[in-house]
Protein backbone atom coordinates (compact mmCIF):
# COMPACT_ATOMS: atom_id res chain seq x y z
CA UNK A 1 0.00 0.00 0.00
CA UNK A 2 1.21 3.88 -0.75
CA UNK A 3 2.31 5.33 1.99
CA UNK A 4 0.61 8.62 1.19
CA UNK A 5 -2.98 8.26 -0.44
CA UNK A 6 -4.92 11.00 -2.00
CA UNK A 7 -8.84 11.07 -2.69
CA UNK A 8 -10.09 11.65 -5.26
CA UNK A 9 -7.66 11.20 -7.57
CA UNK A 10 -9.67 13.21 -10.68
CA UNK A 11 -12.66 15.41 -9.95
CA UNK A 12 -14.88 17.49 -11.86
CA UNK A 13 -17.13 20.00 -10.03
CA UNK A 14 -18.83 23.33 -10.79
CA UNK A 15 -17.78 26.84 -10.00
CA UNK A 16 -19.62 27.62 -6.67
CA UNK A 17 -19.55 23.93 -5.07
CA UNK A 18 -17.73 22.95 -1.51
CA UNK A 19 -15.29 20.28 -2.74
CA UNK A 20 -12.73 18.71 -0.21
CA UNK A 21 -9.75 16.79 -1.08
CA UNK A 22 -8.32 14.13 1.49
CA UNK A 23 -5.05 13.10 2.70
CA UNK A 24 -3.62 10.14 4.71
CA UNK A 25 -0.63 8.80 5.17
CA UNK A 26 1.30 5.85 6.84
CA UNK A 27 4.43 7.27 7.15
CA UNK A 28 4.14 7.99 10.88
CA UNK A 29 5.31 11.95 9.83
CA UNK A 30 3.95 14.74 12.15
CA UNK A 31 4.39 17.23 8.96
CA UNK A 32 1.63 17.60 5.89
CA UNK A 33 1.83 20.03 3.00
CA UNK A 34 -0.93 20.97 0.42
CA UNK A 35 0.63 21.95 -2.77
CA UNK A 36 -0.56 22.95 -6.05
CA UNK A 37 1.05 22.57 -9.38
CA UNK A 38 0.23 24.24 -11.96
CA UNK A 39 1.90 23.93 -15.84
CA UNK A 40 5.37 26.16 -15.97
CA UNK A 41 4.43 27.47 -12.39
CA UNK A 42 6.14 24.22 -10.49
CA UNK A 43 4.53 23.81 -7.64
CA UNK A 44 3.04 26.46 -4.91
CA UNK A 45 2.40 25.40 -1.22
CA UNK A 46 -1.13 26.48 -0.46
CA UNK A 47 -0.86 25.45 3.71
CA UNK A 48 1.08 23.16 6.15
CA UNK A 49 1.23 21.81 9.53
CA UNK A 50 3.85 20.67 11.38
CA UNK A 51 1.51 19.05 13.95
CA UNK A 52 -2.43 17.93 14.83
CA UNK A 53 -2.62 21.75 16.37
CA UNK A 54 -0.70 23.69 13.93
CA UNK A 55 -1.85 25.09 10.69
CA UNK A 56 0.30 27.31 8.86
CA UNK A 57 -0.69 29.73 5.87
CA UNK A 58 1.84 28.79 2.79
CA UNK A 59 1.99 31.10 -0.13
CA UNK A 60 -1.23 30.93 -2.21
CA UNK A 61 -3.99 30.31 0.84
CA UNK A 62 -6.42 32.25 -0.49
CA UNK A 63 -9.41 30.73 -1.60
CA UNK A 64 -8.87 27.34 0.62
CA UNK A 65 -8.73 26.15 4.22
CA UNK A 66 -7.54 22.92 5.70
CA UNK A 67 -8.01 20.48 8.56
CA UNK A 68 -5.70 18.18 10.65
CA UNK A 69 -8.11 15.34 11.98
CA UNK A 70 -5.26 13.33 13.10
CA UNK A 71 -1.56 12.81 12.76
CA UNK A 72 -2.49 10.97 9.26
CA UNK A 73 -5.05 12.82 8.13
CA UNK A 74 -5.24 16.49 6.27
CA UNK A 75 -8.00 17.64 3.99
CA UNK A 76 -7.98 20.48 1.95
CA UNK A 77 -11.36 22.46 1.39
CA UNK A 78 -12.56 24.82 -1.50
CA UNK A 79 -15.46 26.80 -0.30
CA UNK A 80 -16.54 27.86 -3.26
CA UNK A 81 -14.78 26.70 -6.05
CA UNK A 82 -13.57 28.93 -8.68
CA UNK A 83 -12.37 28.15 -12.55
CA UNK A 84 -8.98 29.04 -11.75
CA UNK A 85 -8.42 26.34 -9.19
CA UNK A 86 -8.08 23.85 -12.13
CA UNK A 87 -4.85 22.23 -10.90
CA UNK A 88 -2.92 19.35 -9.87
CA UNK A 89 -3.14 19.06 -5.83
CA UNK A 90 -0.51 17.20 -3.98
CA UNK A 91 -0.38 16.17 -0.65
CA UNK A 92 3.44 15.55 1.34
CA UNK A 93 4.49 14.41 4.36
CA UNK A 94 8.26 15.22 6.67
CA UNK A 95 9.44 13.88 9.87
CA UNK A 96 10.84 17.22 10.52
CA UNK A 97 14.09 18.67 10.02
CA UNK A 98 16.18 16.42 12.32
CA UNK A 99 15.91 14.05 9.45
CA UNK A 100 16.53 16.61 6.87
CA UNK A 101 13.02 16.90 6.37
CA UNK A 102 12.83 14.93 2.93
CA UNK A 103 9.07 15.79 1.72
CA UNK A 104 7.06 12.55 0.45
CA UNK A 105 4.23 13.28 -1.97
CA UNK A 106 1.06 11.61 -2.66
CA UNK A 107 -0.09 10.43 -6.09
CA UNK A 108 -1.58 13.74 -6.94
CA UNK A 109 -5.98 14.81 -7.39
CA UNK A 110 -6.67 16.25 -10.32
CA UNK A 111 -9.17 18.82 -9.91
CA UNK A 112 -11.13 20.88 -12.81
CA UNK A 113 -13.73 23.18 -12.10
CA UNK A 114 -16.29 24.49 -14.44
CA UNK B 1 13.82 35.69 -0.68
CA UNK B 2 14.30 32.44 -1.35
CA UNK B 3 14.10 31.02 -5.01
CA UNK B 4 15.28 28.46 -7.19
CA UNK B 5 15.55 28.66 -11.17
CA UNK B 6 15.52 25.87 -13.30
CA UNK B 7 16.59 28.10 -16.79
CA UNK B 8 15.84 25.19 -19.10
CA UNK B 9 12.03 24.73 -19.56
CA UNK B 10 12.35 21.89 -21.95
CA UNK B 11 15.30 19.50 -22.88
CA UNK B 12 15.55 17.00 -25.55
CA UNK B 13 18.25 14.46 -25.36
CA UNK B 14 18.81 10.95 -27.73
CA UNK B 15 18.94 7.97 -26.20
CA UNK B 16 22.55 7.17 -24.14
CA UNK B 17 23.63 10.50 -24.62
CA UNK B 18 24.27 12.35 -21.12
CA UNK B 19 22.80 14.56 -19.51
CA UNK B 20 22.79 18.01 -17.64
CA UNK B 21 19.86 19.80 -15.78
CA UNK B 22 20.59 23.22 -14.22
CA UNK B 23 19.43 24.59 -11.50
CA UNK B 24 20.66 27.68 -9.22
CA UNK B 25 19.28 28.75 -5.80
CA UNK B 26 18.95 31.94 -4.07
CA UNK B 27 19.49 30.99 -0.47
CA UNK B 28 21.41 32.67 2.64
CA UNK B 29 22.58 30.06 4.52
CA UNK B 30 23.33 26.46 3.66
CA UNK B 31 20.48 25.25 1.52
CA UNK B 32 18.89 22.18 1.43
CA UNK B 33 18.55 20.65 -2.00
CA UNK B 34 16.59 18.45 -3.28
CA UNK B 35 15.90 16.90 -6.84
CA UNK B 36 12.45 15.25 -7.92
CA UNK B 37 11.15 13.72 -10.96
CA UNK B 38 7.78 13.37 -12.04
CA UNK B 39 6.75 11.09 -14.61
CA UNK B 40 3.68 11.48 -16.65
CA UNK B 41 0.07 10.83 -14.50
CA UNK B 42 2.63 10.49 -11.56
CA UNK B 43 3.16 11.96 -8.24
CA UNK B 44 6.46 13.09 -7.39
CA UNK B 45 9.61 10.76 -6.48
CA UNK B 46 12.33 12.10 -4.85
CA UNK B 47 15.63 11.10 -6.71
CA UNK B 48 18.66 12.53 -4.49
CA UNK B 49 19.26 15.20 -1.34
CA UNK B 50 21.81 17.32 -0.10
CA UNK B 51 22.38 18.13 3.41
CA UNK B 52 26.02 18.44 4.36
CA UNK B 53 29.40 16.75 3.57
CA UNK B 54 30.20 15.57 0.21
CA UNK B 55 29.38 17.81 -2.79
CA UNK B 56 28.34 14.93 -5.45
CA UNK B 57 25.07 13.34 -4.25
CA UNK B 58 24.18 10.18 -5.90
CA UNK B 59 20.49 9.21 -6.00
CA UNK B 60 18.60 6.45 -7.61
CA UNK B 61 17.88 5.47 -11.60
CA UNK B 62 22.04 6.02 -11.82
CA UNK B 63 21.96 10.25 -11.39
CA UNK B 64 23.86 12.54 -9.77
CA UNK B 65 24.12 16.09 -8.54
CA UNK B 66 26.49 18.24 -7.63
CA UNK B 67 26.40 21.19 -4.97
CA UNK B 68 28.55 24.28 -6.00
CA UNK B 69 28.21 26.49 -3.34
CA UNK B 70 30.64 29.52 -5.37
CA UNK B 71 28.07 29.33 -8.50
CA UNK B 72 24.52 28.47 -6.34
CA UNK B 73 23.83 25.89 -8.21
CA UNK B 74 23.08 22.07 -7.84
CA UNK B 75 22.85 20.89 -11.16
CA UNK B 76 21.34 17.01 -12.40
CA UNK B 77 23.35 14.65 -14.00
CA UNK B 78 22.88 11.35 -15.75
CA UNK B 79 25.82 9.68 -17.82
CA UNK B 80 23.42 7.55 -20.17
CA UNK B 81 19.56 8.35 -20.65
CA UNK B 82 17.27 6.04 -21.17
CA UNK B 83 13.75 6.34 -22.64
CA UNK B 84 12.04 6.03 -19.13
CA UNK B 85 13.66 9.14 -18.30
CA UNK B 86 11.50 11.33 -19.68
CA UNK B 87 9.69 13.15 -17.30
CA UNK B 88 9.60 16.17 -15.51
CA UNK B 89 12.00 17.49 -13.32
CA UNK B 90 12.04 19.69 -10.47
CA UNK B 91 15.02 20.79 -8.06
CA UNK B 92 13.84 22.60 -4.82
CA UNK B 93 15.62 23.91 -2.00
CA UNK B 94 14.70 23.86 2.08
CA UNK B 95 14.50 26.75 3.77
CA UNK B 96 15.86 26.39 6.94
CA UNK B 97 15.95 29.19 8.95
CA UNK B 98 12.54 29.63 8.38
CA UNK B 99 10.68 28.24 10.53
CA UNK B 100 7.42 26.37 9.23
CA UNK B 101 8.59 27.65 5.49
CA UNK B 102 8.27 24.29 3.39
CA UNK B 103 10.04 23.55 0.01
CA UNK B 104 10.68 25.94 -2.53
CA UNK B 105 10.43 24.36 -6.49
CA UNK B 106 11.67 25.72 -9.34
CA UNK B 107 9.27 25.43 -12.33
CA UNK B 108 10.49 22.41 -13.74
CA UNK B 109 12.54 21.46 -16.99
CA UNK B 110 10.79 18.68 -19.04
CA UNK B 111 13.08 16.10 -20.55
CA UNK B 112 12.28 14.41 -23.89
CA UNK B 113 14.17 11.45 -25.03
CA UNK B 114 14.34 10.81 -28.58
CA UNK B 115 15.37 7.31 -30.21
Known amino acids: DADVTQTPRNRITKTGKRIMLECSQTKGHDRMYWYRQDPGLGLRLIYYSFDVKDINKGEISDGYSVSRQAQAKFSLSLESAIPNQTALYFC?????WGQGDTQYFGPGTRLTVL | AQSVTQPDIHITVSEGASLELRCNYS??????LFWYVQSPGQGLQLLLKYFSGDTLVQGIKGFEAEFKRSQSSFNLRKPSVHWSDAAEYFC?????????????FGKGTTLSVSS
Open chain 1, 92 to 96: ATSVG
Open chain 2, 27 to 32: YGATPY
Open chain 2, 92 to 104: AVGAFDQAGTALI
